[in-house]
């Protein structure tokens, strides 16, 4: 004989639990509906905004500036202990009539890659996701400046900001 979940006689305690269970679902359920309806900027607040590929800046510039992408993908370690591995690929843009800053960019590029590298080792993984890619990138700016001669880097890309685990 087959019993129907409609047909059971419950109890009264049963029946007031099974109601609050019901009414905890359905709130949930309308909560998450409302709170993505009515702050959907506010979904994925928390997730880094990942900045346009070297192709697409060089394209929005239309000749203005060059994209300068030959540091190219570098593998840096934390101060954590044990060290933590991270992959960032930097680019940035400057203006592509200046071929004197352009030649300074290729002679110190290893210089380059050494001041990044040796700043992300400075620092563990938890002070960089706390600080914000913004501010690593205004900071590495800063050091990168202070390297450059002839010109002076303004905004600073990542095409990859990744932590390994």
């Not at 019901?22 to 993505?36: E, N, P, S």
Request: proline share 5%; hydrophobic share 45%.
């Amino acid at each position: 004989m087959k019993r129907h979940f409609f047909l059971l006689r419950f109890t009264a305690f049963q029946k007031v639990l099974l109601s609050f269970c019901a009414l905890v679902f359905a709130i949930a359920v309308f909560v998450t509906a409302w709170v993505m309806t009515s702050h959907p900027e506010r979904i994925g607040a928390g997730l880094r905004k990942i900045d346009p590929p070297p192709v697409k800046v060089e394209k929005k510039l239309a000749g203005k500036a060059t994209v300068y992408s030959d540091i190219g993908r570098l593998r840096a370690i934390t101060s954590d202990i044990p060290p933590v591995s991270l992959v960032v690929t930097p680019f940035f843009t400057f203006p592509s009539t200046d071929e004197a800053f352009f030649e300074e960019l290729v002679q110190k590029k290893r210089r380059l890659r050494s001041i990044i590298l040796d700043y992300f080792t400075l620092h563990s993984k938890n002070e960089l996701l706390t600080m914000g890619d913004t501010k690593v990138k205004q900071e590495l700016i800063e050091k990168l400046n202070a390297e450059l001669m002839l010109g002076k880097i303004d905004v600073l890309y990542f095409s990859e900001y990744i932590f390994l685990n």
